[in-house]
């Protein structure tokens, strides 16, 4: 299984708020389970692909790709967290 | 309280700028061009969208009225807390807006199974109202739609710009 970018960073940053007891942990484990399910469901939203109820079909597909936008923006999110952590 | 009610309306609004948006714009794009490209051709003067109108879908034309009222209500609601904050979230909508357009389907397909979904219920409203000559005009609208999506959906192609698609002439044969 091919893992991104935004799953390894948010479960980095959610291993290491969890070990050194740290604040906003939502951040990373909300990112990662968007991560993962943008992981599984980024091949269907991309495709061509409707199921027999078309209206609701595009409608998960909106849902899905907002999912994965938010996977892609939460990832900066996590960095920026995981440097506040450090730095502060 | 009018704080938090300007603040959640705000959310609100650019909320469906980016959720809605991306869809709507591919969306508008698409009827344009599938209306442009099922047209008889030698009508671009008086129908120069081709039969766009007849072919948009429903829950198109209310994105298209709720889309505009979000920009607007980002613009004033912000405005109203920082003069500089309207302008500021707007560029902001817009901008995160094209970035999650990359995160909807791409292809012109999707959106013309959505179009040749649309259209087979009005025909079964119009249908189910007794309007027979309404009717028999989306019967004609399905025809056409149905012989196009045979035509173009080994193609792949992507759904065309906006821009492209207004300088196509009516059946043109490129996207």
Same mark, same amino acid.
């Given at each position: 299984?091919?893992?991104?970018?935004?799953?390894?960073?948010?479960?980095?940053? !959610?291993? @290491? $708020? +969890?070990?050194?007891?740290?604040?906003?942990? /939502? *951040?990373?484990?909300?990112? !990662?389970? @968007? $991560? +993962?399910?943008?992981?599984?469901?980024?091949? /269907? *939203?991309?495709?061509?692909? !409707?199921?027999?109820?078309?209206?609701?079909?595009?409608?998960?597909?909106?849902?899905?790709?907002?999912?994965?936008?938010?996977?892609?923006?939460?990832?900066?999110?996590?960095?920026?967290?995981?440097?506040?952590?450090?730095?502060? | 309280?009018?704080?938090?009610?300007?603040?959640?309306?705000?959310?609100?609004?650019?909320?469906?700028?980016?959720?809605?948006?991306?869809?709507?714009?591919?969306?508008?794009?698409?009827?344009?061009?599938?209306?442009?490209?099922?047209?008889?051709?030698?009508?671009?003067?008086?129908?120069?969208?081709?039969?766009?109108?007849?072919?948009?879908?429903?829950?198109?034309?209310?994105?298209?009225?709720?889309?505009?009222?979000?920009?607007?209500?980002?613009?004033?609601?912000?405005?109203?807390?920082?003069?500089?904050?309207?302008?500021?979230?707007?560029?902001?909508?817009?901008?995160?807006?094209?970035?999650?357009?990359?995160?909807?389907?791409?292809?012109?397909?999707?959106?013309?199974?959505?179009?040749?979904?649309?259209?087979?219920?009005?025909?079964?409203?119009?249908?189910?109202?007794?309007?027979?000559?309404?009717?028999?005009?989306?019967?004609?609208?399905?025809?056409?739609?149905?012989?196009?999506?045979?035509?173009?959906?080994?193609?792949?192609?992507?759904?065309?710009?906006?821009?492209?698609?207004?300088?196509?002439?009516?059946?043109?044969?490129?996207?």
């Amino acid at each position: 299984m091919r893992l991104n970018t935004s799953i390894v960073i948010a479960g980095v940053t !959610l291993i @290491a $708020g +969890v070990v050194f007891q740290q604040p906003h942990i /939502w *951040v990373p484990l909300t990112v !990662l389970v @968007a $991560g +993962v399910i943008d992981l599984f469901t980024r091949q /269907w *939203v991309m495709s061509d692909r !409707l199921g027999s109820m078309t209206e609701l079909s595009l409608f998960l597909k909106m849902i899905l790709a907002l999912i994965g936008f938010y996977a892609m923006l939460g990832q900066f999110a996590c960095l920026v967290l995981a440097g506040m952590w450090i730095f502060s | 309280m009018l704080d938090i009610a300007i603040y959640i309306l705000l959310a609100l609004a650019i909320f469906v700028v980016i959720f809605l948006g991306p869809y709507a714009g591919k969306m508008q794009a698409s009827t344009l061009w599938v209306g442009k490209r099922i047209a008889p051709e030698g009508m671009d003067q008086e129908a120069p969208r081709g039969f766009q109108d007849a072919i948009t879908p429903k829950h198109q034309d209310t994105m298209n009225t709720f889309l505009p009222i979000s920009y607007v209500l980002i613009l004033v609601l912000g405005t109203i807390k920082a003069w500089y904050l309207g302008v500021l979230l707007l560029v902001l909508a817009i901008v995160l807006m094209s970035i999650a357009q990359r995160f909807y389907p791409q292809g012109l397909n999707t959106y013309l199974r959505a179009i040749i979904a649309a259209m087979v219920n009005k025909m079964a409203d119009y249908k189910k109202a007794g309007d027979e000559m309404r009717t028999d005009a989306a019967a004609e609208m399905l025809q056409r739609l149905n012989d196009l999506y045979i035509e173009v959906h080994d193609q792949n192609l992507p759904v065309p710009s906006i821009r492209d698609t207004q300088r196509m002439p009516l059946s043109g044969k490129t996207p």
